[in-house]
């Protein structure tokens, strides 16, 4: 498999940031633990909502696809983002 064949699915700014530094396509999946804006804010090469949609972008999308022209960058996030559940009892 080629870099230009290869994607990232995750559902955190670290995930497509991740996919980003290695030059591959990323995709934002939005019921996990990353809040939607700071996905968003990424740019990913597709966001989605359901493993159904992650499915079917991913059998669509099995072809070769273009080259990235180049990495894209998330903006810096705020302090609280893209964190999980924290324990305020600590």
Same mark, same amino acid.
Request: glycine share 6%; with cysteine.
């Given at each position: ?7 990232? #699915? +995750? ?12 030059? /591959?396509?990323? *995709? @934002?999946? !939005?019921?996990? #633990? +990353? ?12 966001? /989605?909502?359901? *493993? @159904?949609? !992650? ?36």
């Amino acid at each position: 498999m080629s870099v230009h064949q290869a994607v990232l #699915v +995750g559902d955190s700014v670290t995930d497509m940031v991740a996919g980003d530094r290695a030059g /591959v396509r990323t *995709v @934002a999946c !939005l019921w996990g #633990v +990353g809040r939607a804006q700071d996905l968003t804010r990424c740019r990913p090469w597709r966001t /989605v909502t359901s *493993v @159904a949609e !992650l499915s079917a972008l991913l059998l669509a999308s099995s072809t070769v696809a273009p080259p990235l022209t180049s990495p894209q960058s998330c903006p810096p996030r705020s302090a609280t983002s893209d964190r999980g559940p924290t324990d305020s009892t600590s």
